[in-house]
């Protein structure tokens, strides 16, 4: 299992993107920001799939199209990422 705590995390993350930046205080603030903003965006699913739970027809599969967008931003932000290949592999299997 992956451990849950990294010190060097800041910079493996901008090792795994395509356009590395080194400053530590930008990574911070660019990690920042990002992590504030697909929480909210979480946040808000989570709270959607409760209502959609208790009523079906609401949000219809636009729930699943959110996940799926919010996916494929983290990818283009992280694209040399490992586990991606262990999603292109489960969504391969069904190909």
């Known amino acids: 299992m992956k451990s849950w705590f990294e010190l060097n995390h800041l910079r493996i993350a901008d090792s795994l993107n395509n356009r590395p930046k080194k400053n530590i205080?930008?990574?911070y603030f660019t990690h920042m920001t990002?992590?504030?903003?697909e929480?909210?965006?979480?946040?808000?699913?989570?709270?959607?799939s409760l209502i959609h739970a208790?009523?079906?027809p609401l949000f219809n599969f636009k729930l699943?199209?959110?996940?799926?967008n919010q996916a494929i931003g983290l990818h283009k932000y992280l694209p040399q990422h490992p586990d991606w290949k262990k999603l292109?592999?489960?969504?391969?299997?069904?190909?």
């Open 54 to 56: 208790f009523l079906p």
């Open 25 to 27: 205080l930008f990574l």
């Open 64 to 68: 699943l199209e959110m996940v799926i």
């Open 39 to 48: 929480a909210c965006k979480q946040f808000l699913m989570a709270l959607a």
């Open 88 to 95: 292109k592999n489960e969504l391969n299997k069904d190909s």
């Open 34 to 37: 990002i992590g504030i903003r």
